[in-house]
């Protein structure tokens, strides 16, 4: 199943074939080798460890 998240849209909004490549045609794009991604994701999880409802919950279920 897809879901939508709001990266997803920001990505189709930058570039709809990114949209495609990615999800579609599933061709990864290799994230890890960037460091403002590295970067992003160190935050994110710092964040989570400081605050458990950093994250939204599922709300669907």
């Known amino acids: 199943m897809f879901s939508i998240t709001p990266s997803v849209i920001i ?12 999800h579609v045609l599933k061709i990864p794009q290799f994230e890890e080798k960037y460091s403002k991604v590295l970067k992003g994701r160190n ?8 605050n458990k409802e950093y994250l939204r919950k599922d709300w669907c279920n």
């Open 11 to 22: 990505e189709y909004l930058y570039c709809p074939r990114y949209t495609y490549f990615e």
């Open 43 to 50: 935050i994110h999880d710092e964040k989570l460890e400081r």
